[in-house]
């Protein structure tokens, strides 16, 4: 059973950065291609950036392209999302996922799902 755990976020000022991270326990983490959503309250989860397996391949959502950064590392079990310039629309709870079959870039991933971390940007 795969066991995701987000953690990085918090309150920062517009125009700041975070970097988020998220370990993955419990399986393989190489067989896992690893994406990042999120949700804002009254709103849909919304995809925000993937990577593939070995860290080759990265994709972003049109929101965050030029400010975000996803990467991994496959000895930590770990995937990261940097993210800059931050807004207050950026503010969400930001879910890690875990899909072993395909890129997650949509919510439909039949991936894992981490329990999310709360990312507040004021001003």
């Known amino acids: 059973q795969v066991t995701l755990a987000e953690s990085g976020g918090g309150l920062v000022q517009a125009g700041g950065s975070l970097r988020l991270s998220c370990v993955l326990s419990?399986?393989?983490?190489?067989?896992?291609?690893m994406g990042w959503f999120r949700q804002a309250p009254g709103t849909e989860r919304e995809f925000v950036a993937a990577v593939s397996w070995k860290g080759d391949s990265t994709y972003y959502s049109d929101s965050v392209k030029g400010r975000a950064t996803i990467s991994r590392d496959n000895a930590k079990n770990t995937v990261y999302l940097q993210m800059n310039s931050l807004k207050p629309d950026d503010t969400a709870v930001y879910y890690c996922?875990?899909?072993?079959?395909?890129?997650?870039?949509?919510?439909?991933?039949?991936?894992?799902w981490g329990q999310g971390t709360q990312v507040t940007v004021q001003g």
């Open positions: 996922v875990a899909d072993d079959e395909y890129i997650p870039v949509t919510v439909h991933t039949r991936g894992s």
């Open positions: 419990g399986r393989t983490f190489s067989n896992y291609a």
